[in-house]
């Protein structure tokens, strides 16, 4: 990647720096020529340091190094977006991010879902909460229900309404989601798994 670093203000390129497995954003800060070098030739990311005037690996003072996996240069390449994988917290204030945000994984929609469930099992009244009532049946009957949704999408699977077969599919990932809480585990607990098995 070649960075025309003449034709950018002072010489420095923002770099934003985003986790590469959980995809937050972590912090911000500018490069130089040489810093940009440093930081691929190491593959440490290494920003130049406006207020002390010299390059500045992150983690040289901390271990919270950010281990580069990928640069990229936006389309009018004068922003640089850099995935890595961070050793430690990267805020200096010891947060895991620079907006002092938790850098855990979000699946965006099913992460929500998931938030609701734990809310009604925790907040709702089992009489006006379909999922608070199934747990209040206990594990057995949520593990049932699992079974069936999962009979019901192998039966629509082999048939050819789809609309009939997404329902269903709904239904077993909602109702697997719930099970997986009532085991005290969330979904990135199975992703890890799958993570683990990966060659």
Known sequence: MNIDFSRLAHGLIPAIIQDSETKNVLMLGYMN????????????????????????????????????VSIKNDCDEDTLLIQAKPVGPTCHTGADTCWQEPNKANYGFISDLEATIQSRIENADS??????????????KVAQKVGEEAVEVVIEAKDNNDELFLSESADLLFHYLMLLQAKGFKLNDVIDVLKSRQK
Do not use: D, H, M, P
């Open 33 to 68: 020529k040489e810093s940009y070098k440093k930081t691929v030739e190491t593959g440490k990311v290494t920003f130049f340091s406006r207020s002390k005037q010299r390059l500045w690996t992150k983690g040289e003072e901390s271990g919270n190094f950010l281990n580069v």
């Open 127 to 140: 009489e006006k909460s379909y999922v608070a009532s199934l747990f209040a049946k206990g594990i057995n």
